[in-house]
């Protein structure tokens, strides 16, 4: 009799939260492809309105940022859904998330500041890889320019990784 009552249980769970998960997970599975594909071809798209190799590079470093992003909320949200089907009060996890959210946010001031001005370096195209240019008492010419870094060559061969965060004023010569 209890197995019987137990197998009714399982079958009901099955049917109801059971198929609430599976649908989240299939969703969530659908909407990471969706995301791969539309950035991909957004990419392409605004890549090739300019015949300049430098700025699809750009797109790509910026399309592969958007597209991780989305990707990363799709799948968060994705598990909340499933914790709170399988009966987890999802409250105090979006609380601890919520703080730790904080304080990794004070340790990584730097880093934020680095990658938000290396965007808009990368967006306005102040600087190019192969550029000679003087940043604060560096200057040389730029071997690479990525979100967070701008690597540059002296004359003597020496070279100088500058945090973006760090660049206040830029001698593009």
């Given at each position: 009799m209890d197995y019987q009552v137990f197998l009714k249980k399982v079958l009901d769970w099955l049917f109801s939260s059971g198929l609430h998960i599976a649908l989240v997970i299939i969703l969530t599975w659908i909407a990471v492809k969706i995301i791969k594909k539309l950035s991909g071809r957004l990419i392409q798209l605004v890549a090739q309105q300019k015949d300049d190799g430098e700025f699809q590079k750009r797109m790509q470093?910026?399309?592969?940022?958007?597209?991780?992003?989305?990707?990363?909320?799709?799948?968060a949200v994705a598990v909340m859904i499933v914790l709170k089907e399988l009966g987890i009060d999802i409250g105090p996890v979006l609380a601890a998330a919520g703080i730790v959210g904080l304080a990794v946010g004070f340790g990584a001031q730097s880093l934020v500041k680095d990658i938000i001005s290396g965007l808009f370096i990368l967006l306005e195209d102040q600087i190019r890889v192969g550029d000679v240019v003087n940043i604060g008492d560096k200057g040389g010419l730029v071997e690479k320019v990525s979100l967070r870094t701008t690597v540059l060559r002296d004359l003597a061969?020496?070279?100088?990784?500058?945090?973006?965060?760090?660049?206040?004023?830029v001698t593009n010569m």
């Open positions: 470093t910026l399309g592969a940022m958007v597209r991780y992003v989305l990707i990363f909320a799709v799948i061969g020496n070279v100088h990784y500058v945090p973006n965060g760090h660049i206040n004023v």
